[in-house]
Structure formats: C-alpha cells, structure tokens
C-alpha cells in the first residue's frame, strides 16, 4: 500500500524520509517546517526568547554583586561598590515599566581609572560570570577614525551581538567594557585641524554609541564584507563601562591640588593631601587635561578610581582569590600527581620584586612564572610526589632568570 505525507501529500517514493505515526505520516520536509515554526514561537531548546521588555526573576542586589567580585578581585572596596550598583541600576533600567509620568530613567556609564596591574580588567571579567546580560570586552586602541585602516567604533556591537548569538533584543540589553580607554586621549592640547586618526576621531565615534542612538552595525565585522546586511541597534539600554591607566595623570591632579586654593589655607591643604595615591581625588577636569574631550567626559558621568597596591594586597591577590596565581600553580602540578607548597618567606620575596618592578598584579604572575619555570620543565619526567618552593629556590631562579 503505497504511503503518502499527510502534509504535503508527496508519496513515499517522492520523499527521502517518511516517518509514520498511528494515523498519519510526515515527511522530512514537514518535519523540518513544523519544528522551525514551532521554535518561532517559543517552544523548543532552540526557541528564541520572547522579545519584549526584560524579564529576571531575581535581579542580584548591589551587596551581593560585590561579594561575588570579593572571591575573585583583592581590595578596591570603591570601585566594586561603583561597579555594582551601576550594573544593578542596569537591570532595573531594563525592567522599568512603561509609565504615563514622563519619568525615564537615563543609564550611568562608568569610567574606571587605576595605573596598570591594579585590577580594572578582572573587574570586568569576573563582573561578567555573574551577568544575564551580554557581556563583551573590547580594547580601544584597535580602533581608527571611520575611513582609515583599523576597526570602527561599529565593531563594539558586532562583538556584542557575537556574544548574543545574533539576537538583537538581548544585544540592545548587554554591558560593553571599553578597555584602555586612555589611548585614544587627544595627541596635543589644541583641538585637531588636521586628523587624528586613532585618539580624537575615535573619541568622537564613541559620542553616539555612549548616548544612545540606533546604529547600522556590520555583522561580520567591518570592510571585509562590503555587501552584507546591516543590523540596526539601539544602544540607549546598552551600559558602557571604560577603563584606563591613565598613565601621568597623577602629576595633572597635583597641579590642580596645589595651585586651586591661594594662601595659607593652600598650605594646610598640601599637607592632608595622600601623595602616596593620588589617584582618589581624580576629578572629570583631570581627564579633560589629560586628553579626552569633554563630550566624552560628560556622556560617562560616574567616575571612580582603584588604588595602587601595596605589599599586603599583593600577598593576599598571591593567595586568597579562588583564582589566585598560587592556586592555578598548584592546580598545574596536582595534574602530574605532585603536591606544590609555597614557604612563606617565598612568597614574601615575590611580592617584594613585585613591589620593586612596580608593575601590579601582573608582576607577579611574571616573577612566579620566571620561578617555577626550571620545576615545571624537571618534575614532570621526575616523578615527584612534592615540591616546595622556598626563599632559597627562588632567589636562585630570579637571579638565573636576569630578573634583577
């Protein structure tokens, strides 16, 4: 008895695959429509989340956001406290019902500024564990005035929506960090007459994105791929958070703390001032003399600063963190079945060079690296069962290492 699709009515010999039920038949074709309809609306593991206004069923408070980033990030109590509450605010942004009282709430960019090794990128990352919101990083120097060789500022949301499998409604919603925001700062004091390709161009690219406004983004990146469909993105519920070094800024605050008060009051005021960090008074002046223009400036109104790390930050980022570098170390060598230990006068040494080469937290990755490069290269084929590193050992591979 010849068998046909109860669809489409093609028989079985019309058809590669047929699949039969108790009263009906369906072939491949079908099959394949019906289940691409029924993932259009929302049913299925491949369903596409209902557009429409965002729906959490539990938003994280300020509080708790900063107790995650406590496990992963040493210190920068100010920062943390900044970060949360901005990404808080974010999803009540994005949950704010439609009202008749004319209020909108407006989103709050951050600008983050701490010297280099301070924690403002692992902020950012460890931020993004916690998130239901697209989460991208993005690095600022790669990007070029529109029309010369590099990225355009477009490329941010070609990455966000990447993040996003391509779903416009959840790119719309995400949080972009601009990292190395300060080398894009103005090349000179006066106002560009002629171009400046990768510093005020791209500052001025960036007015629009940080404010809010729809924008034609590539999705497959930019000039490579001249005739690809443009998607449309409203960046107004997209937060930016931008960070930098902003390396020689401190000399900018201190002229302005030594020369804003005239008098005797100036001297009592040099004396209460912290030179050690300087940082903490940084003021949106400050980044206006330090090159970025003041369109930038006011479209990222909530500024904040990490402090520099001293010795007893650095030993507890060597130790404390779930990820912490002597964890990941010892996590390396438990895979080869060898049990590694840190002498505590070792890990005194390693923050001392570290404090010495000022470059951070990152300097203690290096150091520890240079340390245990000799150990990771012999036990393996050695078959220890432990492996201690002591002050000795690793005052030995410094030395060996030229790292003096």
Known sequence: ??????????????????????????????????????????????????????????????????????????????????????????????????????VEIEKSNIIMVGSTGTGKTLLARTIAKLLDVPFTIVDATVFTEAGYVGEDVESILTRLLQVADYDVEATQRGIVFVDEIDKIARKTDNPSITRDVSGEGVQQGLLKLLEGTVVNVPPQGGRKHPDQEYIHVDTHNILFICGGAFDGIERKIAQRLNTHVVGYNSVQNVRKIDKADLMQYILPQDLKSFGLIPEIIGRLPVLTYLNPLDRDALTKILTEPKNSIVRQYVKLFEMDGIKLTFTPEALQLIVDKAVEYKLGARGLRSIVESIMMDAMFEAPSKRYKTFEVTAEYAQQQIDKSHLQ
Not at 4 to 16: A, I, Q, W
Not at 75 to 95: I, M
């Open 1 to 102: 008895m010849k068998k046909t699709c109860n669809f489409c009515g093609r028989s079985d010999r019309e058809v590669k695959l047929l699949i039969t039920g108790i009263n009906g038949n369906i072939c491949e074709d079908c099959a394949i429509q019906a289940y691409q309809v029924a993932t259009a609306n929302g049913f299925g593991p491949d369903a596409k989340k209902p557009s429409g206004g965002f729906q959490l069923k539990r938003i994280p408070k300020p509080k708790e956001i900063k107790e995650h980033l406590d496990q992963y990030v040493i210190g920068q109590d100010e920062a943390k406290r900044y970060l949360s509450v901005a990404v808080y605010n974010h999803y009540k942004r994005l949950q704010q019902p439609v009202s008749d009282d004319g």
